[in-house]
């Protein structure tokens, strides 16, 4: 008995470390923490840094906000991610996509930005510990590269105006367009001397650091190797100090408090929390969605590459906490970066720990550097934002679709025109377009019909309620009204789920077939489907385990009339 007693509190105990750690993943990796897994972890932390300062400088203009509010946006990740992270890799902070979506929420206003953070946080929070996560699959493929490659030309002709120094030019993209090619006879000369030097000296080392060969060769080959790598790497840090350098030549910290609940406009009106949200519209709903879906992709890909596992729920619920913590920081809306995710996982990063080290390195650039991002100019900014956006812009999508299925052509290309008039109506369109496709598939299933004096209907689909009245069309135009009428045989091996509206219809389809003195008889049943149909006591309902043995049946009864 007290044995017995003392497995089950064993069991129990068990049991309870095994939620603890679903909940705080750090516990599954912290205990077998070692000294070459430290070493990795500081070697990626402090490159992913050096490219998360300039970058999150770079995004926050692009959400229209102080270049300050990048640098807020980027630290909390780190921290709340190695607690409650399940991918090695991923590192959370200000990206392209959610700063042009934040901007086109709360139109470049700082203090509504914080607030919309909390928000997001917590409504991924709730989803997280609801268990949504299931609803990020009902956006397609097609639908996220349509956003992402309208998206990437957006922000990327965005910076254009930067990079020619022009300066009134409207952020809708179409007026967008027309002003900043009006205005090019207005354009700076150091704006644009300073801006392409950016970009060439970027290119130049993005693709030295994709030519670099192995590691294989001589000693002095391999240090020089390294050395060209690292300078690659931290290209975008490089560049920004560079440029700040020169506009320095050429001649604030922030406080940090609670999410404001209510706004002042310039005017001296007070604008309350329920009209802010009011404001914040759909934005409040796809802004979160949007995250949890960029991130988790990032994370789903890098898992795969790398063969370890991630839980997307624990995902959504690193990512709510993230932004609720970061909006006491000041921080806008976060998710996970693809780039500096790849730059993590290439560096060797062998747990979340290295995300300290990032968020350290952007804390001690806010300590330190504050005063000397007055001197950033804003084209070397552009350079580095349109390096980053440039090879969101994926062309060959177009023709791997258009060959493998062209219906997916539909959703991107609606995606990535409606991005172009407002980038949640983009992201909404798609969707939408997707879901026409997917009911009308569920709704038209695929149906192979062979045979002679008794057809053989081959089900390729599921059967559910909205295909019950093609299926009872094609039955009845193919069987029922050619003469003289044929019998069926259903073949529903591919049929897994029936509803109540199917057994309806099928009942009265087998009255007509017993009507014309033919037979319905239905073959391969999974056992839950043949258990309903038999549940339901349909007259007439005849079954077999093979089309041979259905076809069989029916040829001795025409033997027999």
């Known amino acids: 008995m007290d044995q017995l007693l003392l497995r089950r509190v064993s069991a129990r105990g068990c049991c309870s470390y095994s939620t603890l750690k679903a909940w705080l993943p750090i516990l599954s990796w912290l205990p077998k923490y070692n000294l070459r897994w430290l070493q990795m972890d500081l070697l990626a932390g402090l490159t992913v840094g050096l490219t998360t300062v300039p970058q999150a400088l770079a995004y926050a203009e692009v959400a229209g906000l102080p270049v300050q509010y990048g640098l807020y946006s980027a630290f909390m990740g780190g921290f709340i991610y190695t607690l409650l992270g399940t991918s090695k890799d991923v590192t959370l902070g200000p990206t392209a996509i959610m700063s042009l979506l934040c901007f086109s929420v709360v139109g470049g206003q700082p203090h509504r930005a914080v607030l919309l953070s909390l928000l997001c946080g917590l409504i991924q929070a709730v ?64 704006d644009v001397v300073l801006g392409l030097l950016c970009l ?20 002095s080959y391999r240090v020089t190797r390294k050395i060209v790598w690292a300078v690659a790497t931290m290209r975008n840090a490089l560049i920004v100090v560079a440029a700040s350098l020169v506009a320095f030549s050429w001649d604030v910290s922030g ?15 007070i604008v309350s929390f329920g009209e802010i949200v009011t404001g914040f519209g759909g ?61 993590n996982s290439q560096t060797g990063v062998c747990t979340p720990a290295g995300g300290i080290i990032t968020s350290a390195i952007v804390l001690l650039s806010l300590a330190f550097l504050m005063p000397a991002f007055y001197y950033i100019p804003k ?22 679709m258009w060959r493998i299925s062209k219906l997916d052509l539909f959703p991107f290309i ?10 949640q109506y983009g992201i909404i369109g798609g969707v939408a377009v997707s879901g026409v496709l997917l009911l009308y598939n569920t709704a038209r299933p695929q149906i192979k019909v062979t045979g002679r004096n ?30 003289p009428p044929r019998s069926v045989v259903l073949d529903c091996l591919h049929v897994s789920v029936i509803d109540f ?28 489907v043949l258990e309903m149909l038999l549940a339901a006591d349909l007259q007439d309902f005849r079954y077999t385990d093979s089309v041979d043995a259905a076809l069989q049946m029916e040829s001795h009864s025409l033997l027999d009339d």
């Open 414 to 423: 609606v995606t990535f025109l409606m991005s172009f008039w407002e980038v």
């Open 454 to 483: 008794v057809l053989v209907m081959e089900l390729n689909n599921g059967l559910s309620f909205p295909a019950t009245e093609y299926l009872s069309h094609v039955i009845h135009t193919q069987a029922l009204q050619v003469s």
């Open 200 to 219: 060439t000296l970027l290119v130049m080392l993005m693709f030295m650091k994709t030519s670099l060969g192995s590691d294989d060769g001589p000693t």
């Open 255 to 269: 406080h940090h408090v609670p999410p404001p609940t209510s706004d002042t406009t310039e005017n001296g009106t």
């Open 283 to 343: 934005g409040l709903a796809m802004i979160p969605f949007m995250g949890l879906l960029e991130s988790i992709a990032i994370a789903k890909s890098f898992a795969s590459q790398n063969d370890y596992r991630i839980n997307a729920n624990q995902e959504l619920l690193a990512i709510g906490v993230t932004n609720i913590m970061g909006s006491f920081v000041s921080a806008y809306p976060v998710t996970g970066s693809f780039g500096r995710t790849a730059v």
């Open 127 to 190: 989803m997280a510990l609801l268990r949504l996560g299931f609803l990020l699959d009902f956006i397609s493929y097609p639908v996220i590269k349509g956003f992402t490659c309208a998206a990437a030309v957006t922000i990327g002709f965005g910076q254009v105006k930067n990079i020619l120094g022009l300066k009134g030019i409207p952020q809708q993209f179409f007026l967008e367009v027309y002003y900043t090619f009006y205005k090019i006879p207005e354009a700076r000369t150091g």
């Open 379 to 400: 084209a070397s900014l552009a350079a580095v934002i349109i390096c980053a956006v440039a090879p969101m812009v994926d062309y060959r999508i177009v023709t791997k």
């Open 501 to 528: 509206t199917v057994i309806s219809e099928l009942r009265d389809l087998l009255r007509q077939f017993k009507l014309r003195d033919v037979r319905l008889v239905f073959s391969r049943l999974q056992p839950s």
